[in-house]
């Protein structure tokens, strides 16, 4: 089991742009939360997908959306970026939306220029 | 609202010396305890868990609702120790998420 994966690695992009983000959670789980991480800062809870609906969101504006697949994969949208996007984005996924233990993804880097 | 204070960014010890790295959170509730941490090159993962009343890697949190603090610890520190600590409440109702700290940079000098 690979555990979670992240596509793409980084990612380069400029203001105004739209950006999508892949994850694909651990073998077995069926919930995935996503964070954003800024630099020199901890992980900020964007949102979290069960069941292919999102059932908790953080404080993010309606610029972030995301989806669930049926094979539990997520992705992450972000439209009309802005600098202040750029950050490192973090994929979590869980069995079950109790998230007692959330095994992190590597993270896509996201610039936006 | 809830928030989380680690209030250390660096923190350096000497290989065999105590470490404490602080988390204070504030919260309505009762919220399950977590620390996360982050060794260079890794990916973020669970260290411990303080319900499950676990010692990790010789590492232990002791959670203490009247001053709202859950404080990691370990009594000698090794050079293997050194990475990115998080202090991480989880809160919420059926669907819950955490909420992470600034970290903690542990360095354990040789």
Redesign the interface.
């Known amino acids: 089991d690979a555990g ?1 994966t992240q596509s793409p690695t980084h990612l380069i992009k400029t203001r105004g742009q739209q950006v999508t983000l892949r994850c694909s959670p651990k073998s077995g789980h069926d919930t995935v ?1 996503w ?1 954003q991480q800024a630099l ?6 964007i949102f ?1 997908y ?1 069941e292919e609906e999102e ?2 969101r ?1 404080n993010f504006p309606d610029r972030f959306s995301g989806h669930q697949f049926p094979n539990y994969s997520s992705e992450l949208n972000v439209n009309a970026l802005l600098l202040g996007d750029s950050a490192l984005y ?1 994929c ?1 996924s869980s069995p079950g ?11 896509t880097r996201l610039t936006v220029l | 609202a809830q928030r ?1 204070t ?1 209030p250390e960014k660096l923190l350096s010890v000497f290989k065999g010396a105590p470490v404490e790295l602080k988390c204070n959170y504030s919260y309505s509730g009762s919220p ?1 305890l977590f620390w996360y941490v982050q060794y260079s090159r890794q ?4 260290l411990l ?1 303080h319900i499950s009343r676990e010692s990790i890697k010789g590492f232990t949190a002791d959670l203490n609702k009247g001053e709202t603090s859950f404080h990691l610890k370990k009594p000698f520190a090794q050079e293997e120790d050194s990475a990115m600590y ?1 202090c ?1 409440p ?1 809160w ?1 109702g ?10 903690t940079q542990l360095t354990v000098l040789p």
Request: charged content about 10%; proline content about 4%; aromatic content about 14%.
């Open positions: 979670v939360s964070y020199g800062q901890g992980p900020q809870f979290q069960y059932r908790q953080g973090l979590a939306l109790a998230g007692i233990e959330q095994f992190f993804g590597p993270g | 989380v680690q399950e990916r973020l993962q669970l868990r998080y991480a989880l919420g059926s669907a819950r998420q955490l909420t992470f700290g600034s970290g």
